[in-house]
């Protein structure tokens, strides 16, 4: 059943299966986009403030996008999302190591229709990975959600 | 020259080359992170609320976060930071489609030391992305960075 604005509600909760990081693919992912030494250098993230090689924290955060958008935009909850319109809050807990296990866990905090248009809402969601039940990182999102009604006269 | 805590001063601004984005890569990125429709298929986003294909939002963070590393922490400005805190105020005001040059533009927005470690301070920066000026994205970070007489302690 696909989840439109009208179906969230404040407190609304989603969790997502787990994923599980690999050393290599913490090293592939910080060549392209995060090329510092404690992302991509066992050696030398030796000597920064982790002591040890761990992912960037971006890294975690485009892992969180993705099982929010498999698993709950596109998976059972089906979220009728258009888009996102911003995120806030983001800060990460706890460093991720290499064979750490992420889950997902979404809340709905907020709801407020769109003033303009008819079509759409915008819903606020906390989003937190944990691994062993540690938060490792959150933030906030507002993401732009069809309206059913909207969405039945098309 | 490296900038330490003490050689950041809040108004200082730096500013990347561009960095041009290709379809493919828009696609690659949102089949990792964030495959929905209007980031990876061309017939399903003349559909969506862009008519067209863009880049997943996540993507120009990503993108920007190379920039920042690449060009600012190990280019020219040699910034001594060692490891990010968080991030707020993540907005993407404009879509980015294929073949749009980005942009990155950093200001030193506050400066903290910190309380409990001699040999760091905390730096908050706005990060601005344009496409031919027009802001895209922006964010602010708080960054960790070293102080440089704890540096020459070691």
């Not at 911003?86 to 997902?104: A, F, I, Q, S």
Request: glycine residues 6%; proline residues 3%.
């Amino acid at each position: 059943m696909t989840h439109y604005y009208e179906d969230l509600a404040v407190g609304d909760v989603f969790e997502t299966s787990g994923y599980t990081i690999q050393k290599d693919e913490i090293v592939d992912f910080a060549e392209q986009f995060d090329p510092q030494p404690f992302h991509v250098d066992e050696e030398a993230a030796k000597d920064s403030m982790f002591g040890e090689l761990v992912a960037s924290g971006l890294h975690t955060l485009c892992l969180s996008v993705r099982l929010f958008v498999t698993e709950i935009v596109q998976g059972e909850a089906d979220v009728a999302n258009m888009g996102g319109l911003g995120m806030d809050n983001l800060e990460w807990h706890e460093p991720v190591r290499p064979d750490d296990t992420l889950t997902l866990r979404v809340e709905v905090l907020e709801k407020t229709p769109s003033e303009s248009r008819e079509d759409r809402g915008y819903v606020e969601f906390r989003r937190s990975v944990t691994v062993d039940e540690t938060e490792v990182m959150s933030i906030t999102s507002v993401n732009i959600v069809r309206r059913e009604d909207a969405a039945d006269e098309e």
